[in-house]
């Protein structure tokens, strides 16, 4: 049962009534007496915040001119339609400028704006309107959006909206979506129930197709294959829609997040340290943050062929250049997308330090694409040969690294 008027369980049928009962004192002074406005107090809304959160509550300007998205039209059914627009979105910069409260404020926010349009529009059309289509524009999406500490906020606004809004999305339709899409989707799809995964519809080279059968074509931007402009003409729709950019450093209020790292190692003068993963199907991604205690440090990412045999820099093919880091002053962080299978191995070079010892604390995590688009076979073998290896390398090891390796993965 899906929890809605007219499709209860006998459970949930009683639990309304019960708390009919317990506010029928207070009924009289509440907005309405339906059943429609006691089940989303029974499916958990948000309580105090809400009544303010739209009229009092100062939206911080970098949220207001950089956090993409916002509301634009109606579907055909008359429920109010969300864009959010990833490509331009800057999630580094928006984790440096403001609070991650904030940010959670701040779809709560445009959560309410949503819920309130929903009660106009019952209103307005004589029936009601609950839910809402999403339409989520990823073109443009890439490693910059895997950001660790947005994935993270990410996912506690997505655990708000499924506690509080159980029923507030009818739809999502993910349109332009790249190669890297399903491995973002994996990052965040666990904070979802399955009944919302269901809800999630990735549209092909027809996106704008599909959309005008949901939407008319007077209520869709022109951008996206509708008729709809702002007054100026403007296809995108931007007083209505936010489309985002690169942050300014001038909004930043903190140049690191803190960051609770899964390795530390120290790394001899003369010495590197290398980490090995070995990527059995295409399109996954690699991630990592790293900080060093000191000074500065060198990092790069190379591929090889066999993994557990220890190889010099020189010997194996180079995928990002190694560079020195002054990760000791700011904390760095990145990714690759790894097209081909393979042997890839994370190297933190300490090799230039005649003197110096230096402590590196790292996290390095392998992203992959959804089961689905490797195939049954292909995550069973991921589950089981997947392997994390970290070793320091010093001259002392390197004889020994070989066969400590075959030890360790113990196929």
Known sequence: MSGRVGDLSVKQADALAQFRENVKDILPQCPSQSDHFLLRWLRGELLHLLDTITTEWQVPEVID???SGGMCGHDREGSPIWYDVIGPLDPKGLMHSVSKQDLV??????????????????????????????????EGLGMKHLYKPAIETYGEVLTMFEDNYPEGLKRLFVIKAPKLFPVAYNLVKHFLSEDTRRKVIVLGSNWQEVLQKYIDPEELPAYYGGKLTDPDG??????????GSE????????????????????IGRGSSHQVEYELLAPN?????????????????????????????????????????????????????????????????DNTYSIFQSKTVSFTVEVLLPTSRQLG???????GHLIQYISFLIMSSDVHTFPSECGKRLNY
Not at 118 to 134: F, P, V
Not at 287 to 306: E, N, P, S
């Open 247 to 266: 942050i300014p450093k001038t909004y930043y209020v903190r140049d690191s997040i803190k960051v609770d790292y899964d390795q530390c190692v120290t």
């Open 65 to 67: 001119k950089y956090l």
């Open 234 to 243: 403007d296809p995108r729709c931007r007083t209505r829609i936010t489309f």
């Open 105 to 138: 404020k701040s779809k709560v926010r445009d959560c309410e704006i949503l819920q309130k349009e929903c009660d106009l529009q019952s209103e307005r059309l004589g029936r009601n309107i609950e839910a809402i289509t999403m339409v989520y524009d990823c």
């Open 376 to 382: 049954s076979e292909t995550v069973n073998k991921l």
């Open 284 to 348: 996954c991604a690699l991630r990592w943050q790293f900080t060093c205690d000191g000074a500065d440090i060198g990092f790069g990412v190379y591929m090889k062929k066999k993994i557990g045999e220890w190889m010099k820099a020189s010997e194996m093919k180079e995928v990002v250049p190694n560079q020195r880091y002054n990760a000791h002053l700011v904390p760095e962080d990145g990714s690759l997308t790894c097209p081909e299978p393979g042997v890839y191995v994370l190297r933190f």
